[in-house]
């Protein structure tokens, strides 16, 4: 089951106002941007961070989970806690780099 629009729309409302969040779609699941940063994937409507030593203690007691066939383990995020969403994501978004620009051809 893919993500929703539905959903992906209901995930960026979540965390909106802790910078610019837009979403992209890929490989018909979604990635979640903040500040043109990757910060997290939502895959089969389940949203899932990338496990980081900056979150980890705030999400020991998350569900974990893979995106998807062959990723690495993610913590899975509840959507649900505004508050709570907002906190990790502002972590993630400081320790994640710029993608690297493609080159053109």
């Known amino acids: 089951m893919a993500t929703t629009q539905e959903f992906i729309e209901y995930v960026c409302e979540q965390i909106a106002g ?5 979403y992209r779609k890929m490989f018909g699941e979604y990635m979640v941007y903040v500040n043109d940063k990757p910060v997290m994937i939502v895959c089969d409507n389940v949203p899932f961070v990338k496990k980081l030593d900056c979150i980890a203690e705030s999400m020991k007691d998350a569900e974990c989970g893979c995106p998807y066939q062959g990723a690495k383990e993610h913590y899975i995020l509840d959507i649900d806690n505004q508050e709570f969403c907002k906190e990790i994501i502002k972590e993630v978004e400081k320790v994640t780099p710029l993608p690297k620009p493609k080159k053109k051809k």
């Open 18 to 22: 802790i910078g610019e969040v837009r």
